[in-house]
């Protein structure tokens, strides 16, 4: 019975308690940069993200690192309750890896199979001469290039538009979307979603949202955090759009167009499924008209919860890690009060 206390108990403090802790401390974190920077969300947007995945990344990634060290010739916990010979570690610890990867991949699962449905590509008359019709738009217009080698039109019933695919990224359009926009509006909006493709957001929209998945107080506590980094990427690529050429108007047009469709359709289509986010957009859409947008830098969003793993996944190889003998400690004290009650 005790064999279990890790792997069982253990996974009920990571998830009940550890990173619901984490999550708190990042929603403290983003309140502070939310009163010192109100209305500049894209200067510390890299901070942000890393804040939204990483209170829920980096405890994972550590413990398991750790799990991983003892159970692969480090040294092992001193409370293990089954007596080992020397050297061996004790196989709580490897279940309670096996467990935390468990959950990790169960979560990541999903976004990986609906991408995979998303882009099955139509070969129908309308989706070649929609190809065909993009093709042409897109000639003279450098920065479409990689888009168009990565372009699936879809079936009526996919959404409209949208960019997905976690590790190689295709735009999908669909068939009905493409035949009501102009060629002004279809030009801005696949400008718009070649900016989501240069930087790899389908990977880091499904990270975030990974990660608020797993964390039980996620949701509630970096729900509205993660709708306003959204919110500030959706008006980044909207700005990188006028810059690249697309005009402001026909690109509010494209937007419009997008929430005609169902909101299941429409969730990743442009990410105008929000009245109030709508209003937003096309407000600043309509402000370029009169005042061409100024450039802002790119924000390596990715690369801040990258190094953030790359050092929890390391340093409990490199310093006497305590966290992991400390939980073993408490699972098996919380599993010997369970059991005598």
Known sequence: MMEAALPLLGTAIIFGLILPAAALVARGALWLLNRHQPLELNRLGALRYALLVGSTAIPLAWFISACVYQVGGGTPAGVCVVPDPPGVPCPEVAALAGVLLLFVAATACPPLSAARRALRATDSREALAVRSRIVQLAQGHTDLTALLRRLVVVGDGQAPIATLGLFRPHVTISTAFADQLDDGALLAALKHEAQHLRDRDPLRYALAWWALTLNPLGRWLLGPELRRWILTRETHCDREAVLSGASPAALAHALIEA?????????????????????????????????????????????FVVCGLLVALVMPHVVEDGALDALHRTAEKAGTFLAGR
């Open 259 to 303: 929430t005609r469709f169902s909101n299941a359709q429409a969730c990743a289509a442009l990410r105008a499924t929000d009245a109030r986010v709508l209003r937003l957009r096309v407000g600043l859409l309509m402000a370029y008209e009169d005042r061409r947008p100024l450039r802002w830098k790119r924000v390596p969003a990715l690369s």
